[in-house]
């Protein structure tokens, strides 16, 4: 059974930082680009940044300079540290695994990020 598990999502001051972290299980993890995504409320589901198997990472250009992407394949782990946040950046935020070969996709349950004075 695939799970993508999402932590790290907190209230957080404008400006302020935050680590997301999102572990996955029942994949081989190195057969995967991995991703987040955000949804802000009464919103689409939008692109944050992507990281490829090789480390190739692309990013939102919202976010480009204040977001950081990287993968740790042996704890099966993607971590998005988000600096500089902006109040705009407020959404659920979502895990994602792309298989590079089927490009079979699949979701975590996501972790609420709100950033607010």
């Known amino acids: 059974q695939v799970q993508l598990v999402e932590s790290g999502g907190n209230l957080v001051q404008p400006g302020g930082s935050l680590r997301l972290s999102c572990v996955a299980s029942?994949?081989?993890?190195?057969?995967?680009?991995m991703g987040w995504y955000r949804q802000a409320q009464g919103k689409q589901r939008e692109l944050v940044a992507r990281?490829?198997?090789?480390?190739?990472?692309n990013y939102a250009d919202s976010v480009k300079g204040r977001f950081t992407l990287s993968r740790d394949n042996p704890k099966d782990t993607v971590y998005l540290q988000m600096n500089s946040l902006k109040p705009e950046d407020t959404a659920v935020y979502y895990c994602?695994?792309?298989?590079?070969?089927?490009?079979?996709?699949?979701w975590g349950q996501g972790t609420q990020v709100t950033v607010s004075s």
């Open positions: 994602n695994a792309e298989n590079f070969i089927s490009k079979r996709n699949f």
């Open positions: 029942g994949i081989t993890f190195s057969f995967f680009d």
């Open positions: 990281i490829t198997r090789s480390g190739s990472t």
